[in-house]
């Protein structure tokens, strides 16, 4: 493939993350895609097979920007719970930082189409649920290794979804908006939660 139709590409990818964050996979069709990048439609298919690839390419784009930034985590010469740790850290820093990919995730998970998602799950953040999921096992091999990544996974995202309505409940204080505070208060409950 040569340069030009590798930097279409990675361009395509570029302008379809936020389509597809803003409306979630429903909302968008290839027209609007081919619309918002400045190419026909037909063009399209030249990328990607149909909108089920682009998406899935889009997603796993979005999500590659930050991989590495999450592989760090596991491969730390360090003990199993500070790679938990830091890994947190990463995470409610890019919760907090890319509102983009947070909503792919939200809209995907709303929208619940079990073939997308198993995609998802094969394609975009199996690799990555292992690993956390292995760390987990390690940190506390009596428990359920899949519900402790779930719940790690959970405290993050649902912190930064409700973000909107926080600042109006009860005890709110600006430093929760902070992605340090929260990594912390997520490790701490982790901590104890662990032993």
Known sequence: MSSEKQHSKAEILAKTIPLFAAAGYSGVSMRQIAQTVGIKAASLYHHFPDKQGLYIEALSQAFSEHADLMRESFVLEAPAEQR????????????????????????????????????????????????????????????DSHLMTV??????????????????????????????????HISSLLKNGFS
Do not use: M, W, Y
Request: charged share 25%; net charge negative; aromatic share 6%.
């Open 84 to 143: 938990l740790h830091h890994l947190i850290n990463k995470l409610c820093l890019l919760a907090h930082e890319d509102e983009t990919f947070l909503r792919l995730i939200q809209r995907e998970i709303l929208e619940g189409d079990k073939e997308r998602l198993q995609l998802l799950a094969d394609n975009v953040f199996g690799d990555f649920f292992r690993d956390l999921n292995d760390l987990c096992h390690s940190l506390s091999p009596q428990r």
């Open 151 to 184: 719940s790690i996974l959970s405290l993050v995202l649902h912190h930064n979804q409700i973000t909107p309505i926080r600042p109006f409940l009860p005890g709110f204080k600006t430093t929760h908006n902070d992605p340090q505070v929260l990594a912390e």
